[in-house]
């Protein structure tokens, strides 16, 4: 049962994450073409980061 819920906790994350990274982009791209680059590796390497956390964590 804990293994089952874990898997639900790390499936609810991943698209809380997956939402934020989708809608931080997309805004960036309208706003600033320029910096939309760097920005997003920046955002990519933080969301990689965390989910490595969460998965430690488990």
Same mark, same amino acid.
């Given at each position: %049962?804990? $293994? ?11 698209? =809380? ?11 960036? %791209?309208? $706003? ?11 955002? =990519? ?11 430690? %964590?488990?």
């Amino acid at each position: %049962m804990a $293994k089952n819920t874990a898997n639900v906790i790390k499936g609810v994350g991943a698209g =809380l994450l997956t939402g934020m990274m989708v809608g931080f982009v997309g805004s960036v %791209m309208m $706003k600033d073409n320029k910096k939309w680059n760097r920005k997003s590796k920046r955002a =990519l390497s933080a969301v990689e980061d965390l989910i490595e956390g969460v998965k430690n %964590m488990f």
